[in-house]
Every structure is written in C-alpha cells, then in structure tokens.
T-cell receptor, first 114, second 115 residues
Framework: DAGVTQSPTHLIKTRGQQVTLRCSPK?????VSWYQQALGQGPQFIFQ???????QRGNFPDRFSGHQFPNYSSELNVNALLLGDSALYLC?????????????FGPGTRLLVL | AQKVTQAQTEISVVEKEDVTLDCVYE???????LFWYKQPPSGELVFLIR??????QNEISGRYSWNFQKSTSSFNFTITASQVVDSAVYFC????????????FGDGTTLTVKP
C-alpha cells in the first residue's frame, strides 16, 4: 500500500519564476492538504482540496494556487517566486474531509529560491 | 484562533533516560483533535498519535506515553528509556472540528539522544 508520494524531491528556482509541485495521496484517501515548512519552524497550512475544489485556505497570498484531479492527486503552483518561498513543501492526505481525520504526510519537496 | 506552543526548542539526553516533550494548545472549540508527529532528518512527518477532546485517557504505546489534561490545555509526550533512534524533531498539532483538515502545528522540539 503506497503512502503519500511527492515529486520532485528537490528543486532550485530563481526569483520571479514559477514552480509546480505534485502529490499523490495515500490509497483510499480523497482529501489533500498542502503545508509549507520553513527551516526551524512547524508546517504552515496553505490549503486543502476535496472533490477537486479548494475547501480551506491558510494565510497565503494568491501566488499560491492548486488543483486536484479526478484521481485525487494534486498540484501546488507558486508564481512569482520570492526568496522567502524557500522551504520544505509537504503534502498530506486523509480519508475524508471530516474534522480531526489523521493526515498522512509525504516526504516533501525541498524548494530553494535563489 | 488556534495556537500550539512547544516551549522546549531543543532537548538533549543520554540514552536510557526518560524525556518529556511539552505541548500547550489554545482553542475556542469544544471539539478538537490533538496529534503528535515525528520528523526524522529525511523530512517526512510520521504520525504517532491522535486524541480527541472528549477522551482524556492517557495512552501508552511501548516506550511512548501521552498525558492529555484539558484543565491545563496540555498534551505532553513522554519517551521512556530513550534510544538514539528517537532523535528527531517532534511536532504537536491541533485540528478543530469546525476547520476540517486544517492542522496548526507548534514549532517543534528537537530531541537528541546521545549514546
């Protein structure tokens, strides 16, 4: 039973560029959330997708957008990259949208913006 | 607004010592969920435990135990007879029933277990 997978594992971009990160949820899970984890900090919630719609959003600018596909996989897009966007981006999946469901995390994508 | 505080930034112990990681939370909801995750150097967050606000029973799983006290808004994690493999960053997280799927994390406690 495959867990949450993310690609790529590492990425280097320059300021102003755009990036797309990808996530496949754990088998049987239909809800995907994205988190940003800066160095030395806890993960910060970006947004959540369920039934191909953004259901909740954290305190992130519109430069951060996403998408969920019919097979429940998801993409995170970041436009006009800033140096401060350098972080570990974590994808988490859960079996339902219900509150309190345990989220299972992928290994993350390490993004470095130069 | 929900908030999680892990006051201990770093803890260092010698193998076989017991260690307790503190977690204090804030929420206005009466129904909420608390979690602990372990993050080894590889970066992947590993789920350890989930507790809902109506269940204050302490839990033990092998060398791990958790003490949930609503009166002090705390959900502390104890590792008994620590091992080098326990070295990692540990995160406490809170999820409110009214904000399904959005977890608020503390800033983590880095645990180093020395042989």
């Amino acid at each position: 039973d495959a867990g949450v997978t993310q690609s790529p594992t590492h990425l280097i971009k320059t300021r102003g560029q755009q990036v797309t990160l990808r996530c496949s949820p754990k088998s049987g899970h239909d809800t995907v959330s994205w988190y940003q984890q800066a160095l030395g900090q806890g993960p910060q919630f970006i947004f959540q997708y369920y039934e191909e719609e953004e259901r909740q959003r954290g305190n992130f600018p519109d430069r951060f957008s996403g998408h969920q596909f019919p097979n429940y996989s998801s993409e995170l897009n970041v436009n006009a990259l800033l140096l401060g966007d350098s972080a570990l981006y974590l994808c988490a999946s859960s079996p339902t949208l219900a509150g309190g469901e345990t989220q299972y995390f992928g290994p993350g994508t390490r993004l470095l913006v130069l | 607004a929900q908030k999680v505080t892990q006051a201990q930034t770093e803890i260092s112990v010698v193998e076989k010592e017991d260690v307790t990681l503190d977690c204090v939370y804030e929420t206005r909801d009466t129904t909420y969920y608390l979690f602990w995750y372990k993050q080894p150097p590889s970066g992947e967050l590993v789920f350890l435990i989930r507790r809902n606000s109506f269940d204050e029973q302490n839990e033990i799983s092998g060398r791990y135990s958790w003490n949930f006290q609503k009166s002090t808004s705390s959900f502390n994690f104890t590792i008994t007879a620590s091992q080098v493999v326990d070295s990692a960053v540990y995160f406490c997280a809170l999820s409110e029933a009214d904000n399904a799927g959005k977890s608020t994390f503390g800033d983590g406690t880095t645990l180093t277990v020395k042989p």
